[in-house]
């Protein structure tokens, strides 16, 4: 199965790191130097993520954002 999340990312002074959250999945965070490292990096930790929920015998969310929305946000594609 592929899901689809949204991503947010921002650019932390404080840590000097661009950081990616996947809000629909709580405590799912990565970080990177630049913004793409960042969302290779959230792209590795959802995928972690599903596997522990998976392990464990917890729902994994589906994700809230449908694939035709007029807004494009960006998304990982996790398989």
Known sequence: MM???????????EDEAYLV??????GCMADGETPEEAVQAAQTAIRLW????????RPVPQP????????????AEIA
Do not use: T
Request: charged content about 25%; glycine content about 2%.
């Open 50 to 57: 599903i596997e522990a929920a998976r392990k464990l015998g």
């Open 21 to 26: 959250e996947a809000p629909e999945l709580p």
């Open 3 to 13: 899901y689809q999340y949204a991503l947010v990312i921002w650019y932390s002074k």
């Open 64 to 75: 809230a954002l449908r694939r035709d929305a007029a807004l494009k946000p960006l998304l």
